[in-house]
């Protein structure tokens, strides 16, 4: 009988792993619950199979010495990671659709009068470029709505342009409670108009509601007990991640995974988020409330376990009914991010601890305690995960003393299984490196924010995310960039110092066997670094949306027509190709139906075609901005394509 060497036995387990991947995945049906439930139950297994092994088998002895403790520091927060990612897993195992609810009650209110709604959209220091889109958008709504702008910037050119717009205008004296304060005293003054609102829609100053944004919205509250209706946050452009990596087209922006999986989920147990923009509230929820608390940075967040608490639902309908701006720089992306966390930790200190004596239910506080646990070990692990390979290089620690095989045994299994189930739920959006980056480059931040709001009283000071301006030029974030230089640096140096002299430790053989390993660990770190440092360059932008397809069109000239394809389409761009030849500079006519005639000049030439410079009548500037972006259709991608993105990759960091 053939006998295996420990080494080749010790794939079994991933290779059973590959095998059900390979043959039983793509035959479930993901919505399916108890398909979720018994695979992310046996992903789960996995991970406390290999966790208890960490504890237990791979950490130094307790003593007070260097390797114990960081060996058992990094183990605890490994841990904490495996606690988060089982009650991130058992939100998971339940998913709940709404759409066709939505579809049975669009007209519950009949034979009665529609209800009455108002479209609030707040802003503080967005330009008009990015306030005009949403307020053409939110007045080509379908439903009959009234439209408000909420300006706490105080700014005479905005409530001149409402005017113009044909749209309402609210100020108050002060910026109290920023966006929360905001909205509670618009909620306010309309309280005491006649036509005083029964349900108010939300938006941020830069999402663009779609032509059935109200309707569809509107239809879930046929039940009298829920209070705010929740719709995901599509974006028109490419984050920072996806932009400057250049891989907008095959891997999503970095918040897919949460509207398409986490709140979808999260509504099956009742636990559904507001997340602010994109979203419509009943009035007299809010009202029964007191309003928008103002406690966290995060009202949102707030509101819906204040909501809760008074009996009152928050649900999902995962449809695109609104397309945004993504932060369009790295330092706005982390900016925002951090804001995030801070108001969580607010929340958690100062209000609703998931263990403190409140009404909300044993589901809501574990809803606290999973966003509580992702925001404190998620960024941490993935610093620590960084800087251990240095301590073993530099100072000769060894964090996770263990061999090859039982790496092998017990990581990859797991590793592999959580990669699988996670992409079999949503789509291929997991991909190793690139998640990677999206946390490291915001884990600092993030980490500072959550040690300030959890262990700070406050008040705590916060930025608001910057949008528009110009992003034409190529610009290196050299503050955000340098800090990965040097761990970049310090991951070659020490490999190269210590595998080929002893200048600082000759470490070859005192981790063992898990010399083999901690090299791994030190190359993959490698990659990540290099990664997050191209992410760091900005690169320029164009103002338009992802959304886009293929259409005819006739290019006039001198009298001539010219029948050609429009590639992309902006307000003040366009690129067509199949044309006859044309001269830069040369004034031409771009003709779309229901647009009309742009006037138009031919900017250069392309591989196929041409760039033209529009210049559209105010007129025909509403109704492109309404074509790009109230269309009931989905920007960008929702899906992962790894060998796409490999490709794109490849390309970026090569140029």
């Given amino acids: 009988m053939l006998a295996l060497s420990p080494f ?29 439930a018994l695979l992310l139950g046996g992903a789960m297994a996995l991970a406390w199979r290999y966790m208890i092994w960490r504890l237990t088998e791979t950490t130094a002895p307790l003593a007070w010495t260097w390797d114990a403790v960081f060996s058992w520091g990094f183990a605890i927060l490994e841990a904490l990671t495996v606690v988060s990612s089982s009650v991130a897993f058992f939100i998971l195992a339940r998913v709940k659709d709404r759409k066709d609810e939505a579809r049975r009650n669009e007209r519950w209110w009949q034979p009665g009068a529609p209800p009455r709604v108002d479209i609030f959209i707040a802003t503080y220091n967005e330009q008009l470029e990015v306030l005009e889109r949403t307020i053409i958008g939110a007045k080509a709504s379908a439903f009959p709505a009234k439209v408000f702008v909420l300006d706490d910037g105080r700014r005479p050119w905005l409530a001149e342009a409402c005017q113009r717009f044909g749209v309402g205008y609210f100020t108050r004296p002060d910026n109290a409670h920023a966006k929360a304060g905001n909205i509670n005293y618009a909620l306010r003054a309309r309280a005491a108009d006649p036509d005083a609102p029964e349900f108010v829609a939300v938006l941020d100053a830069d999402f663009v509601p779609h032509v059935d944004f109200i309707d569809r919205t509107l239809a879930l509250f046929h039940d009298a007990s829920v209070g705010l209706v929740q719709t995901p946050q599509h974006f028109f452009n490419p984050d920072p991640i996806q932009h400057n990596l250049g891989i907008s087209s095959a891997y999503p922006d970095e918040q897919r995974h949460f509207f398409d999986n986490v709140e979808p989920s999260r509504d099956a147990w009742g636990i559904a988020i507001c997340c602010g923009t994109s979203s419509m509230v009943r009035t007299a929820a809010v009202e029964a409330i007191g309003g928008l608390p103002t406690e966290s940075v995060t009202e949102d967040f707030l509101l819906t376990l204040r909501l809760a608490e008074n009996g009152w639902k928050t649900v999902y309908l995962n449809e695109a009914l609104t397309e945004g701006l993504a932060p369009e720089g790295l330092q706005e992306y982390i900016v925002q991010r951090g804001r995030w966390c801070l108001g969580m930790m607010q929340i958690v200190r100062n209000v609703y601890s998931p263990l403190g004596q409140h009404g909300l239910s044993f589901l809501h506080r574990l809803s606290i305690f999973d966003s509580l646990l992702y925001w404190n070990t998620t960024f941490s692990f993935r610093l620590a995960g960084i800087v251990c390979p240095l301590l073993y290089w530099w100072c000769g620690v060894t964090v996770v003393n263990a061999s090859l095989v039982d790496i092998i045994i017990y990581y990859c299994p797991y590793y592999i299984a959580v990669m699988a189930v996670l992409n079999w739920l949503s789509k291929g959006l997991f991909i190793p490196v690139v998640n990677d980056v999206g946390q490291l480059v915001a884990a600092w931040p993030i980490t500072r924010a959550a040690a300030t709001g959890l262990l700070t009283k406050g008040p705590h000071k916060f930025s608001v995310t910057a ?95 010219l029948r050609g394809w429009l590639i992309n389409f902006g307000t003040d761009h366009a690129q067509v190709s199949g044309l006859a030849k044309l001269a830069p500079g040369q004034n031409v006519w771009l003709r779309l139906p229901i647009i009309g005639s742009i006037a138009a000049s031919v900017r250069e030439p392309t591989r196929d075609g041409y760039q033209l410079s529009l210049a559209p009548s105010e007129e025909q500037r509403s109704l492109i901005i309404a074509k790009l972006h109230t269309a009931s259709q989905t920007p960008g991608t929702d899906k992962g394509d790894i060998s796409l993105m490999i490709r794109e990759l490849a390309r970026a960091l090569t140029r």
């Avoid at 387990?13 to 619950?33: E, Q």
């Avoid at 110009?470 to 960039?481: A, C, E, F």
Wanted: aromatic share 12%; charged share 15%.
């Fill in 8 to 36: 080749v036995s010790a794939f079994a387990g991933t290779a059973v792993v590959i095998g059900l991947r390979l043959l039983l995945l793509p035959l479930l049906d993901p919505r399916r619950w108890y398909w979720r």
């Fill in 467 to 561: 949008k528009g301006g110009d992003r034409t030029k190529i610009v290196v974030q050299w503050p955000l960039m340098w800090p990965f230089l040097v761990l970049f640096a310090l991951t070659i140096g020490g490999l190269l110092v210590n595998l080929h002299s002893d200048f600082v430790f000759n470490n070859a053989g005192t981790a063992g066997d898990g010399m083999v390993v901690v090299m791994f660990w030190t190359i993959y770190n490698l990659f990540v670094l290099l990664v997050v440092i191209a992410a760091c360059i900005e690169r320029p932008r164009l103002n338009q949306p992802q959304r886009q397809s293929l259409q005819r069109v006739v290019v006039e000239r001198s009298g001539e027509e």
